[in-house]
T-cell receptor, first 109, second 111 residues
Framework: DQQVKQNSPSLSVQEGRISILNCDYT??????FLWYKKYPAEGPTFLIS?????DKNEDGRFTVFLNKSAKHLSLHIVPSQPGDSAVYFC????????FGTGTRLQVFP | DVKVTQSSRYLVKRTGEKVFLECVQD?????MFWYRQDPGLGLRLIYF???????EKGDIPEGYSVSREKKERFSLILESASTNQTSMYLC??????????FGEGSRLTVL
């Protein structure tokens, strides 16, 4: 039972443009959501989170949007930079984190 | 800064061998976790622990066990390694439920 789904395994975006990574979930009990970023041969690092009572959270170039009625969240990166090229995981939290399958973002010059 | 250290970055083992993966965190976190990462499957929770001597099964505990004798140390044990346990293993810790701090990972290859 995949409670958190990232349906796009990869995304390619030109430098300076917006990257939009999507995530769908099925568990209505998630009380907040997190995005992690992972470079090859490194552990994931926390990027940004959003409480289930909010619909938007912004931190610099990163903004996460939550649509509870659609059970959907998205991460916007603007402007995208080559250093943003990584795998991005979304996760929902109950008593533990449930991760999605990840989206590989490639930002090209 | 929180530091989570995994003892081995790369291991190669043979089928049937016993494998220990060690993880140590230095921030006095109560909670510790073991995940494995596989292409197309994301991060899957193997075991977790909210206190010393305590352990809980995650989503894929079969073929694994854990040990938490001290607060800062959480070990993952493969009693008899199999080829389908070839993977990247990630240890994490957290102060409360939620934001996890991950180690750099241990890439295990079972031949």
């Amino acid at each position: 039972d995949q409670q958190v789904k990232q349906n796009s395994p990869s995304l390619s975006v030109q430098e300076g443009r917006i990257s939009i990574l999507n995530c769908d979930y099925t568990n209505s009990m998630f009380d907040y959501f997190l995005w992690y970023k992972k470079y090859p041969a490194e552990g994931p690092t926390f990027l940004i989170s959003i409480s289930s009572i909010k619909d938007k959270n912004e931190d610099g170039r990163f903004t996460v949007f939550l649509n509870k009625s659609a059970k959907h969240l998205s991460l916007h990166i603007v402007p995208s930079q080559p250093g943003d090229s990584a795998v991005y995981f979304c996760a929902g939290n109950t008593d533990k984190l449930i991760f999605g399958t990840g989206t590989r973002l490639q930002v090209f010059p | 800064d929180v530091k989570v250290t995994q003892s081995s970055r790369y291991l190669v083992k043979r089928t049937g061998e016993k494998v220990f993966l060690e993880c140590v965190q230095d921030m006095d976190h109560e909670n510790m976790f073991w995940y494995r990462q596989d292409p197309g499957l994301g991060l899957r929770l193997i075991y977790f622990s909210y206190d010393v001597k305590m352990k809980e099964k995650g989503d894929i505990p079969e073929g694994y066990s854990v040990s938490r004798e001290k607060k800062e140390r959480f070990s993952l044990i493969l009693e008899s390694a199999s080829t389908n346990q070839t993977s990247m293993y990630l240890c994490a810790s957290s102060l409360e439920a939620g934001e996890l701090f991950f180690g750099e990972g241990s890439r295990l290859t079972v031949l």
